[in-house]
């Protein structure tokens, strides 16, 4: 924590001139002010020239030893860059007319954002034209209060000549539907399947889109934001009298109330 | 006289369950069957269990929190966890690590590898119906696992490394303790060929089950030994090098047919491999820090998303990580589990074969439930 500015008592930093309108008397404010303005310059004097002198002699010291092992410097988080100039940008926009709607270049990976409703032509345009063959992974984020659509579906694939990864961003709005890429890349299925299951996006066209890691009749979609962390009630529960919902040890008023039953 | 169609014997398609609870589904896998006689004519794996939400869970956490919850996704390769969300995150931070922490990453993954190929020799032995294995394989498990509990307290789920590094200098004789159990791994490993190779069993069982070719194993999305084993030269230790598996000298054996006996034959030379990989690390172990200078609080500078691989002994095992502006959280992190991935191709495998097959294929496909429910 002590690199964290907000903790450390603001006393000890302002100067004199800072503290005044807080102060609670105006006499003693002057009475102080006047004591110590002197004094402040003086010494501000002799510190500036202190500080001046410390400065000069730490830029001279960082001259003359040697640069400074990455490891040792402060981390540089990556920055987002434009990546328009990318080639599989620039053929996907030939292909197919102002399909790439932003390119984005973030720690050395491009995210290319493309209308939903063409998905499936674009897929299948980067796996047979730009030998795009295998699809690492396919996944949504959750952004409930986005005005443009609550959804972002990616998808995220591979190509074995260059080892060069590409990610495809899409929008999809809440109650809108997306089209299946599981005929394009078998892999897709599950991963889809996946995404129906833990937000609720429904896939058209899906050989079988069903819950994968909960349970047909599920009530929710686990990974939304509305879904609390705590869980839900699903109504599974095994011996719902002994082990109440919600879990843990037994309240005194869980007590009470079973000792009023019996 | 009788209709020469009509069948010999009245046949009905079954419907039976293989599982949950059953040890030859390393966990609480549920394949839904339907079977001709002995035949699997359909084979559906139905999967969440063990579902606990993990996924959720990291968003609600700081990010070195998140580390430990990475343990308990494949519980038998914690440290490759460990190390995907690492690489992950120094990704979206932009840490560069020390060389010392790179290099004891190198060696806690590779004995990791070494730890989890002999669980998966071991059962996908026993399944098939060669106990012996077993006893040898466990026995150098258990000694890995002594170096692990040295080095940070746990056998299982390790948390041994951190943002930035590693979190502990390794303790006093480790490194000559793990040099002993290096040198002399080859020989295990010769033990366990004897065993098993030319073994004719073995190889009956084996030879052309499962079998997967090279644009089938893509398609699927298959990674680590399952595509290696297909033929397909690719490796995430090679492809985007991690820690400093550039500096080191290491083959990716890859197989020929895409059957069973291929994929245990390429991770048998795996092991070989990460022996290889262990004496290179201790030869070269350099001295210095380990831990780089990372702040405090980890605190994310604008949104972006990134994605961190590495080769965890299944496949690849990825990180998708989305930040927000000064998030100390990860808004969204998506796991990409190999054994999940790797699992889909079950029916295709294993349909036209008999039910014993099925066995030896969960077998060579080194499933983990942990990683596949999340």
């Known amino acids: 924590m002590s690199d964290d500015k907000p903790t450390t008592p603001p006393e000890e930093t302002p100067t004199p001139d800072e503290k005044t309108p807080d102060q609670a008397t105006p006499e003693s404010t002057e009475e102080s002010s006047e004591e110590k303005k002197p004094l402040s310059e003086e010494e501000k004097a002799a510190k500036i020239a202190e500080a001046e002198a410390k400065a000069a002699a730490k830029k001279a010291a960082a001259e003359a030893a040697e640069p400074k092992d990455p490891w040792e410097e402060k981390p540089v ?84 000549d260059d080892s060069k990864r590409l990610r495809l961003q899409t929008v999809v709005a809440e109650d809108a539907q997306i089209d299946s890429v599981a005929e394009v890349w078998k892999t897709a299925n599950w991963m889809e399947r996946e ?9 058209e066209n899906h050989p079988a889109l069903e819950r994968i890691l909960t349970w047909e009749g599920f009530n929710g979609h686990p990974l939304r934001k509305d879904f609390p962390v705590e869980g839900i009630d699903t109504g599974a529960a095994i011996y719902p009298d002994v082990y109440p919902p919600g879990g843990g040890p037994p309240t005194e008023e869980a007590d009470e109330e079973e000792g009023g039953a019996a | 006289m009788t209709d020469p169609n009509r069948p010999l014997l009245d046949v009905e398609e079954m419907e039976i369950n293989f599982g949950p609870q059953h040890p030859a589904t390393h966990g609480v896998l549920r394949v839904k069957m339907k079977l001709d006689g002995e035949k699997i004519m359909e084979a559906r794996p139905i999967i969440g269990y ?109 948390n041994c490394m951190k943002i930035g590094g590693v979190p502990f200098e390794l303790p006093d004789g480790w490194l000559d303790r793990c040099s002993e159990l290096v040198d002399g791994f080859n020989a295990h490993i010769d033990e366990y ?97 380990t831990l780089a200078r990372v702040p405090k609080v980890l605190r994310t500078k604008e949104p972006g998303m990134v994605y961190g691989s ?17 998030g100390t959280a990860p808004y969204r992190c998506r796991v990409r589990p190999p054994s999940f991935i790797n699992l889909q191709a079950l029916p295709m495998m294993v349909e036209g074969h008999l039910v014993a097959d099925l066995i030896a294929v969960i077998g060579t496909l080194d499933i983990v439930l942990g990683e596949i429910d999340r």
């Not at chain 2, 700081?62 to 343990?71: A, E, G, R, V």
């Not at chain 2, 590495?310 to 000064?326: D, H, N, Q, R, S």
């Open chain 2, 193 to 289: 060929e004897n065993l098993l190779t030319e073994n004719r069993i073995w190889k009956q069982r084996t030879i052309g089950i499962g079998v997967v070719t090279a644009d089938e194993a893509i398609d699927w999305g298959l990674t680590g030994p399952p595509l290696r084993g297909s033929g397909v030269k690719w490796d995430i230790r090679k492809v985007f090098p991690y820690d400093r598996y550039d500096e080191v000298d290491f083959e990716v054996p890859i197989g020929e047919t895409g059957d069973t006996y291929d994929r245990y034959l390429v991770r048998i030379e795996e092991m070989r491999q990460s022996v290889r990989i262990l004496r290179q690390c201790l030869d070269r172990l350099p001295e210095g820090k």
């Open chain 2, 310 to 326: 590495v080769e965890a002994p299944k496949g690849e095992l990825g990180y998708f990580i989305v930040a927000t502006e000064k």
């Open chain 2, 50 to 158: 063990l579902h606990r939400g993990t996924e959720k869970l990291f968003e609600t956490m700081d990010f070195p929190q998140c580390i430990p919850h990475t343990d308990r996704m494949d519980y038998v390769a914690a440290a490759t966890n460990n190390q995907g969300f690492c690489v992950a995150m120094e990704k979206l931070l932009g840490v560069t690590i020390p060389p010392r922490a790179a290099y004891i990453r190198m060696m806690l993954a590779e004995l990791q590898r070494l730890a989890s190929h002999l669980v998966w020799l071991a059962t996908h032995a026993v399944d098939i119906g060669a106990i012996t294995p077993f006893w040898y394989t466990f026995r150098e498990r258990d000694a890995i696992l002594d170096l692990f509990e040295e080095y940070c307290g746990a056998r299982l789920t390790l």
């Open chain 1, 77 to 160: 988080p990556p920055a987002h860059e434009d990546a328009s100039d990318d080639p599989d940008a620039v053929s996907l926009n030939g292909e197919f007319a102002g399909v790439v709607l932003a390119a984005d270049r973030y720690a050395g990976d491009v995210t290319l954002t493309v209308p939903a409703d063409r998905i499936v032509e674009v897929c299948r345009f980067l796996k047979h034209d730009c030998d795009y063959k295998f699809l690492v992974d396919l996944t949504a984020i959750d952004w409930p209060d986005r005005e443009e659509g609550r959804f972002d579906v990616i998808y995220w694939m591979h190509r074995h």
């Open chain 1, 195 to 203: 995404v129906y299951d833990l937000f609720g996006i429904i896939f």
